[in-house]
């Protein structure tokens, strides 16, 4: 209530500001697009005033001025028809026409006059390769090309793009893009992921910005997705459409019950249905999705052991109480994955000048983890395996009121909620919990690293609720400005419990509990605006910006952190006072004010920063132009940074390296952006794009290199700073080609170098917690591939079939050697020679393929199948850091000397599939439409 009271306080302070700034107008939610053109007489040349040019099927439309000149803003991206009428001429239909956010879509329109009566002349507008008015790094794709591409989620596209590895926007770290959805961020302000899950049928356009991007959008430092969702219209449509298929290696050994022999029809299921039309004709639309998708995964571990085959002896030793196993062998997945979405949508012209929407999209994954040594330690022990969920929700109603041709205002509210869970069981009361020793036991002699029994206690709940109020006002104040300004208020609130199951098995007694590792709520808050204008002059193109953003994080800080009374918590327990019952909860956990007494802890500062945005294009020639771009972008530090082990507990006792805590004062991550390129039409089917860009990076979320000292005590410890720094240097070659109406063929290669002193938050501390010694100067980061390149071909026969292939290239990512003295006989450095080697290059290539069939009434029927990792490729993104292969470890020598068991387990220890890329997938489905 508190952070809703806030709200709309701010909310009451701010419209002053805004019929200010209404002066200065502005854009609609970056989600709308502009046509502009010029009318002439086709046997004069002449210009004709007062055309009728109007985008069919809408409201939307103008009159040409005494140049002949129209300009349509606040157009949703799509393809629309234009119409252009005139008395004593013959009308023209323009159709085919793209709009694209952001972005201006010129159609110049020759008329000729009327000789018979009612005539009419049908024109097909042809999409320019060269977008003149581009001046980021922007690739724009349409919903239709996305379902025609080999992919299952716009995530695979937006994985394409030159620039973005790995889910790294131009070598920055992940959690530093901006998703949104309709304009409205869905971005989970946790870690910086994105939230809710959006199915490819939902998509009108998918935009993706990995340039220096204009200053109506924030809280980004290397990227923007944004994903417009469509609309109904006043003609029913809908599809249904569902797939099946299996994984189909040739590398039995890596992934064992997925060759081709163990196919399985039902492996994959996917069944998707989208359904849009009027509810009132002209007046209310609707637009609703929904999926179900569900993988048993691509790695599968053998049922051996269970929760009771270890325990205690009568001497209360800890045995292994089944030698063989409780299990009954059978094959289990071990990365399954499941997932059900939907969106609901509904679109009301209110009135001929008015436009209400409102769109709700959720999903719900459940899914269990396969991505490293210890999940990998499970495969005799599926059963121990933590159930994850994630649930996700956006809602919003917008407002949309057209005060004139030129000006029009959006309002909106939008709450977004992303929740996560884990635990092996639901109740943390359930008996089949173990004692939490047992977890942790390997019998390296017979079983090598693998578990055996026991279980993992671990329960672990967070969730991000964020309501959102926004306002923007766009106008083309004259032939050249559109200006725009806008403002934004989120108010969240977090909730973050990370507990375990406390079970202490003795010999005559079982002792039981909850126990807490972290457990908080905050409720930060966020305010931005910013003023933007895009100066058109001719041919050169200039968007000037400037953004301010606040952010309070509402959280606590240490007064002193040298002092011991704050660091040591015995100590610090004299300054919070004897707890009662009042103070714990169900399990006797204290409250977290416990924790944080006020003669100790003070609240963290509030944050500010402006950031100016300057992007130019201009022609220099009739077909090809340059651009540039400079910017200044902050983002508050993802909010697991600010909140991290909020009960500020280190180790107790006056020596060595304590621990880590968070730190709500973090100043604002910080990277400047900067680019060059070149766009250039060498034919009217071909072209071709170079761009050069850096980034200076600054302040990102870092351990400083010397720990925190506790006054009085040889005791240090870590607090997370603005201390980490790095840069970022690329280079991208584009090239597309069409031919003629049915192929087109696109290719693009980028190198890039990507360097930082440390690539995580915590490099630095969990080097200094290990006694390593890291090297002192800028590496290069985890994720620096140097090259980088993707082609892609798509054909669409005149009979209705056709096909598409996306292959795809990297370099080898560095990695940090590794060897013991016992693998080489050599005496090892003292200094860890930090990503100085390089993994295996990786190579894949998906296609798809179709058949349409046309049916009855205008329905359709289309036959589909996908193959991803066609060449069932072993591509190596992980590799053994003693050998820099993901195939063989020198360490499995020196096992085997010691080894007692069957030999097949050691074998199947160093065979571990989460270092390779997935092989090979094949579906095959049908799609009906009408």
Same mark, same amino acid.
């Given at each position: ?14 419209g002053g500001c805004l019929l200010l700034l209404a002066s ?135 994985? +394409? ?156 030793? +800890? ?102 869970n884990e635990q092996l069981f639901d109740d943390p009361e ?138 040591? +918590? ?340 160093y065979s571990r599939p989460f270092l390779f890329g997935q ?12």
């Amino acid at each position: 209530m508190k952070n809703v009271m806030l709200l709309f306080r701010t909310i009451a302070c701010l419209g002053g500001c805004l019929l200010l700034l209404a002066s200065l107008p502005a854009m609609s939610w970056a989600q709308s697009g502009k046509i502009t053109g010029t009318v002439t007489d086709a046997l004069s040349g002449e210009t004709l005033i007062g055309v009728n040019v109007v985008i069919e099927g809408t409201t939307q439309g103008t009159s040409t001025n005494i140049d002949g000149e129209y300009v349509i803003i606040g157009v949703r991206p799509g393809t629309y028809t234009l119409v252009a009428s005139y008395i004593g001429f013959q009308t023209q239909r323009i159709e085919g026409v793209r709009v694209q956010i952001d972005l201006t879509t010129e159609v110049d329109i020759s008329m000729s006059e009327e000789v018979v009566e009612g005539e009419e002349i049908v024109v097909t507008a042809t999409r320019p390769l060269v977008q003149k008015d581009l001046t980021a790094t922007t690739s724009v794709v349409s919903g239709d090309e996305i379902r025609a591409l080999p992919v299952e989620n716009f995530d695979d596209v937006v994985n +394409l793009q030159a620039g973005v590895v790995n889910g790294h926007f131009r070598g920055g770290r992940t959690g530093e893009v901006a998703y949104l959805v309709d304009g409205l961020p869905i971005t989970d302000v946790f870690d910086g992921g994105r939230g809710v899950s959006i199915e490819n049928s939902s998509v009108e356009e998918l935009q993706v910005v990995t340039g220096a991007f204009n200053a109506e959008y924030g809280q980004a430092l290397s990227g923007i997705v944004n994903v417009v969702t469509r609309d109904g219209t006043n003609e029913f449509s809908g599809s249904f459409s569902g797939f099946l298929g299996d994984y189909a290696s040739t590398n039995s050994d890596l992934f064992p019950e997925t060759g081709t022999g163990n196919l399985r029809a039902t492996a994959i299921q996917n069944a998707e249905l989208n359904l849009g039309g009027p509810i009132l004709k002209d007046k209310l639309f609707f637009f609703t999705s929904g999926r179900y998708f569900q993988n048993e995964g691509s790695v599968y571990g053998r049922d051996v052991f269970r929760y009771d085959d270890l325990g205690f002896n009568s001497n209360g030793e +800890l045995v292994l109480l089944n030698p063989s196993g409780s299990g009954d062998s059978s094959i289990v997945a071990l990365n399954p994955y499941e997932k059900i979405s939907g969106q609901a949508k509904l679109t009301w012209r209110a009135m001929r000048n008015v436009r209400v929407a409102a769109n709700i999209i959720a999903s719900r994954e459940t899914f269990n983890s396969y991505d490293g040594e210890f999940h990998h330690s499970l495969f005799y022990f599926p059963s121990a395996q933590l159930d994850k969920e994630r649930n996700a929700r956006s809602a919003y109603l917008k407002w949309t009121h057209t005060l004139s041709n030129r000006t029009f205002y959006e309002a909106g509210i939008t709450n977004t909620y992303n929740e996560f869970n884990e635990q092996l069981f639901d109740d943390p009361e359930d008996p089949r919990y173990r004692d939490n020793d047992l977890f942790g036991f390997q019998e390296t002699q017979f079983f090598s690293g693998f578990r055996i029994g026991g279980t993992d206690n671990k329960r672990f709940s967070r969730s991000t609720n964020t309501l959102l109020f926004k306002a923007d006002l766009s106008s083309q104040i004259d032939k050249i400005n559109l200006l725009k300004t806008g403002f934004e208020l989120r108010a969240h609130t977090l909730k973050f419990q990370d507990d375990f199951v406390f079970v202490s098995e003795g010999v005559n007694a079982t002792q039981r509990g909850v126990g807490s590792n972290a457990r908080y709520t905050r409720e930060p808050v966020e305010f931005s605006a910013y003023v933007q204008d895009k100066i058109e002059l001719g041919g050169l193109i200039i968007n000037a910006g400037l953004r301010f953003d606040f952010f309070d994080s509402r959280g606590k800080v240490m007064r002193d952190p040298t002092d011991p009374n704050t660091v040591f +918590l015995e100590n610090r327990q004299d300054f919070a006072g004897e707890l009662t019952s009042d103070d714990v909860d169900e399990f006797g956990i204290p409250d977290p004010s416990y924790f944080t007494p006020d003669a100790l802890f003070e609240d963290a500062e509030a944050k500010y920063a402006l950031s100016p945005r300057l992007g130019v294009a201009f022609p220099i020639t009739e077909s090809g132009v340059i651009h540039f771009a400079y910017g200044q972008f902050f983002q508050i530090p993802n909010f697991e940074n600010l909140y991290q082990n909020p009960y500020f507990l280190l180790g107790s006792g006056g020596s060595g390296l304590l621990g880590l805590i968070g730190n709500a004062n973090l100043d604002p991550e910080h990277t400047i952006n900067g680019e060059i390129g070149l766009k250039q039409a060498l034919s009217s089917s071909s072209a071709i794009e170079l761009t050069a860009y850096y980034r200076d990076i600054r302040n990102l979320t870092g351990t400083a290199t010397d720990p925190t000292p506790v006054a009085g005590t040889s005791a240090r410890y870590g607090i997370l700073k603005n201390s980490d720094f790095g840069f970022v240097r690329g280079v991208v070659f584009r090239f597309d080609q069409r031919i003629g109406t049915s192929l087109f063929a696109s290719a693009d290669y980028t190198y890039q170098v990507a360097k930082a002193n440390a690539s995580d938050p915590n490099q630095v501390y969990n080097a200094a917690a290990a006694d390593q010694q890291l090297e002192t100067q800028i590496l290069s980061t985890n994720w620096d591939q140097r090259h980088t390149a993707n082609v892609s071909l798509s054909y669409r026969a005149a009979q209705n079939w056709g096909f598409g292939i996306i292959a795809s290239f990297g370099s080898g990512e560095p990695y940090t050697p590794s060897q013991t003295t016992q693998q080489t006989g050599i005496i090892l450095p003292t200094r860890i020679p930090l990503n100085s080697e390089r993994k295996p290059s990786t190579f894949n290539v998906n296609v798809d393929f179709f058949k349409n069939l046309n049916l009855f009434g205008g329905n359709a029927l289309q036959l589909f199948g996908k193959i991803d990792n066609l060449l069932d490729s072993d591509n190596e993104f992980g590799v053994f850091t003693d050998t820099g292969r993901a195939s063989y470890s020198l360490q499995e020598r020196l096992d085997a000397s010691n080894f007692r068991g069957d030999p097949s387990v050691l074998d199947r220890w160093y065979s571990r599939p989460f270092l390779f890329g997935q092989p090979r997938r094949v579906v095959f489905g049908a799609r009906y439409s009408f």
